[in-house]
């Protein structure tokens, strides 16, 4: 594995629980971790600014102190840069193996607040992201992962293998399907012959796309699920008791001015209790 583990801090909760999840993942996957504290720093001649600074500082090194202490022999790193949150750490991610972030907890309308700038940094980073909630831990489930048969699929299962593999845990990969547009207008009869067509080649289709990676991982215990409804609703649901859920998002190359989760993306870092790994795809 090249690269790092790359966590922001800034001294809420949830970066806490972050950083603390992002230490633990570093040793797993024997890299060093770096904690980024991104800051756009007033000028210095404004009152109060060289306090604030010297107090977020010393918040740093008291961090980069105790997460020294939580996984000995991880070489563990930080810095403060001036610059807007969002920025720093998309460009942070350019060359880490893992970007990890912070959310809170429940609002109430029962979804996770998932802050603007870890909005941003998803729905842009060029590399993996996770997102950690505050207080929140890994369980002993399965390694989760929503598979969409119609896009690329490479770099969402080649995160999902790994990370199982480093678990020691199972992986469940869950495909959702639907009946083709049109069929709610067929008989009863030929609804259901046509279902249990379509089912079939996606159930082989399935088996197809894991099987290659069935074979570089074998010591990963798979249960591949094939699930009728709406990807967004199934995929919540079947994250209820996962450890990390691993899902895919568009990367795109060129600049743009809007970039979009998509709606799967968007439902898990939302409403997923579990850690949620969002994997870009070209």
């Known amino acids: 594995m090249t690269g790092s583990v790359v966590v922001g801090f800034d001294g809420s909760p949830e970066s806490v629980t972050a950083t603390e999840w992002a230490a633990r993942e570093a040793r797993r996957r024997g890299l060093p971790l770096d904690v980024l504290q991104s800051w756009p720093w007033p000028k210095r001649d404004v009152v109060g600014s060289d306090q604030s600074y010297q107090h977020v500082r010393s918040e740093l090194a008291v961090r980069e102190a105790a997460l020294r202490e939580l996984v000995p022999g991880v070489t563990v790193s930080s810095s403060s840069v001036s610059a807007e949150p969002a920025e720093a750490l998309e460009a942070a991610a350019q060359s880490a193996a893992v970007l990890v972030l912070g959310s809170?907890?429940?609002?109430?309308?029962?979804?996770?607040?998932?802050?603007?700038?870890?909005?941003?940094v998803l729905r842009r980073a060029a590399r993996p992201v996770?997102?950690?909630?505050?207080?929140?831990?890994?369980?002993?489930?399965?390694?989760?992962?929503?598979?969409?048969?119609?896009?690329?699929?490479?770099?969402?299962?080649?995160?999902a293998f790994e990370a199982a593999a480093l678990r020691s845990a199972p992986l469940r990969v869950v495909h959702v399907w639907a009946p083709p547009a049109g069929s709610e207008h067929m008989s009863y009869g030929a609804i259901g012959g046509l279902e249990g067509e379509v089912s079939a080649d996606e159930r082989a289709d399935l088996a197809e796309a894991l099987e290659s990676w069935r074979a570089r991982h074998p010591e990963v215990a798979v249960a591949a699920d094939l699930v009728r409804g709406k990807p967004a609703v199934e995929l919540v649901e079947a994250a209820a008791t996962a450890r990390l859920l691993v899902v895919g998002r568009r990367h795109h190359r060129m600049p743009?001015?809007?970039?979009?989760?998509?709606?799967?993306?968007?439902?898990?870092?939302?409403?997923?209790?579990?850690?949620?790994?969002?994997?870009?795809?070209?």
Request: charged share 15%; net charge negative.
């Open 104 to 120: 809170r907890g429940l609002s109430t309308v029962r979804g996770f607040l998932v802050g603007s700038v870890s909005q941003e």
């Open 130 to 159: 996770v997102l950690v909630r505050a207080g929140g831990a890994e369980t002993d489930g399965a390694v989760t992962v929503g598979l969409d048969l119609a896009r690329p699929a490479e770099p969402v299962l080649a995160f």
């Open 256 to 282: 743009r001015l809007h970039h979009h989760l998509g709606p799967v993306a968007h439902a898990a870092i939302h409403h997923v209790h579990c850690p949620v790994a969002v994997v870009p795809y070209d």
